[in-house]
């Protein structure tokens, strides 16, 4: 539960959720985070007035960790709150379902170990209650109190502010909730177990559809809904599990992992802001599609290496008419969709392309599949581009604020993606390097990542997970693991594969 106080109010273990100013343009680059010492009161009296704070995340065990257990789902009803459903514990070894998930990719076939931890977590996932796999919106999403988006984002800021007096909905863009729906729902290992046929079956679809616009056949976006569908599911549950998925799975070509890690991130920012499920899906199509029209340019200017001359840019720039003639081909093809399409490579400067439109005009779902591809093109190394981190990517979008991008907009999209998003490589204080597992959503700085490399860059045989959030002590030291950096792909030459799910 959320409730705005005044700085001079706040103590020592409350959780701050909303600022009453940008979250960038104070010291607090991640939205949320616990009150730990003074100097963070400090620094809160000093730039703000007001804030919000979450009364649930404010609680003892969140100041004071407990060993780390996994939380059991939640069956939630309109009328009462039911006891918890009992679940297995993770594995110690996270590892090993690496292992097991990639062995069943490759032999699907193949029988697990006997009393082996995958298969309680199968046998749990057909034992979830039904509100939890089923296909209908949780009973939150349906309030009637919905405006336009835009309307949504300003009163938020509105609200913060104290300010009074009610702003015009121009944008009716689809509907989001004053309080995001969707709380995690279950364990990142059983979403894991849930997520990775999900994914398997994305990775036939995205292929299928994009070898039939190369052989010039309208997609089957039936298909592609169906598992665009499957896909927002398991993002509603739990986003970490797609998100690892999709970072570290690599396919035989570049426009196959952009377009699921587009759709991937387009749901993921459309669960933060807690749009309705059908717009998730609608996002998560979007995404996907973005990029169809590049399959009608040649070979040579896509893997061109140098700067494209104005004729060869004039060229790339078609590909969006022609990823809009190509949807426009399917009689059924959602309107929307095919605008969301058209505007994403649109500027909030109006440098943008095809038309030029620029502010509010672009719309806001437009804009975010623009902040999307942006993010996605940039973290996945190209032929004419190393890739960077998401560290970097980021820092680029804040430079973009209120330029390509629209301030508000950019300033939602950092903070669901945090600074560290699973799948991201990182290197700690210890030397050691590590990728991040999951994001914790108390102290962002502190996720549960899995150590890849030793000290001296050498790999490890066996990677073990560290939970951050504890304070594990460096090995032969008095300090905690902190990290000092994110990296990009493939830093040190690590090859996913030798480690995961690639």
Excluded at 75 to 91: G, T
Excluded at 164 to 193: K, S, T
Aim: net charge negative; aromatic share 6%.
């Amino acid at each position: 539960m959320k409730e705005f106080v005044a700085t001079s109010e706040l103590e020592l273990g409350m959780f701050v959720a909303e600022l009453d100013r940008p979250w960038l343009e104070t010291p607090f680059l991640i939205q949320g985070f616990m009150i730990e010492n003074d100097q963070q009161l400090a620094q809160l009296r000093a730039v703000c007035r007001i804030v919000a704070i979450d009364r649930d995340l404010s609680e003892a065990r969140h100041q004071h960790p407990l060993p780390r257990q996994v939380d059991a789902p939640v069956r939630r009803s309109p009328s009462a709150e039911l006891p918890p459903m009992p679940l297995p514990q993770a594995p110690t070894d996270f590892f090993e379902l690496l292992r097991f998930l990639k062995q069943q990719e490759s032999d699907p076939g193949q029988p697990a170990v006997d009393g082996g931890p995958v298969l309680a977590w199968q046998a749990a996932q057909t034992a979830l209650p039904p509100d939890l796999l089923a296909d209908e919106p949780p009973a939150s999403c349906n309030k009637p109190e919905q405006t336009g988006v835009w309307a949504w984002l300003r009163a938020r800021a509105r609200d913060a502010l104290g300010q009074n007096g009610v702003e015009e909905a121009f944008v009716d863009e689809g509907e989001v909730q004053e309080e995001a729906p969707y709380p995690i729902r279950v364990p990142l290992e059983q979403e894991l177990v849930a997520a990775a046929p999900v994914h398997r079956e994305a990775v036939i679809a995205v292929k299928e559809i994009l070898r039939d616009v190369e052989r010039q056949v309208p997609p089957d976006l039936g298909r592609a809904r169906e598992v665009v569908g499957d896909m927002m599911r398991s993002v509603v549950r739990h986003p970490d599990a797609l998100l690892w998925l999709t970072r570290l799975k690599r396919t035989d070509r570049y426009t196959y992992d952009h377009a699921l890690d587009c759709s991937t991130y387009m749901m993921v920012f459309a669960r933060h802001l807690g749009l309705p499920e059908e717009r998730i899906v609608l996002l998560g199509m979007a995404g996907l599609m973005l990029d169809i029209g590049k399959l009608r340019l040649s070979q040579r200017l896509l893997a061109k290496t140098g700067a494209l001359t104005p004729l060869e840019y004039e060229l790339f720039k078609t590909h969006v008419e022609s990823a809009v003639l190509i949807l426009r081909a399917d009689a059924n093809a959602d309107p929307e969709l095919i605008q969301i399409v058209a505007r994403h490579h649109e500027r909030f400067d109006g440098s943008g392309y095809p038309e030029g439109i620029q502010g509010e005009q672009i719309g806001v779902f437009g804009e975010m599949a623009g902040i999307v591809d942006s993010f996605c093109a940039m973290t996945r190394h190209r032929s004419w581009r190393p890739a960077v981190s998401a560290q970097r990517a980021l820092e680029t979008l804040i430079s973009q604020r209120n330029k390509h991008f629209s301030e508000v907009l950019v300033d939602q999209y950092v903070q669901c993606i945090g600074i560290y998003p699973a799948g991201t490589l990182v290197e700690l204080n210890s030397g050691e390097v590590a990728v991040v597992v999951a994001q914790n959503r108390v102290r962002r700085l502190q996720p549960r990542v899995m150590i890849l490399l030793a000290p001296d860059h050498s790999a490890n045989a066996n990677p073990h997970t560290i939970d951050l959030l504890f304070d594990p002590l460096v090995p032969g030291g008095n300090e905690p693991y902190r990290i000092v950096r994110s990296l990009p792909e493939h830093a040190f030459g690590i090859d996913p594969a030798q480690f995961y799910l690639a």
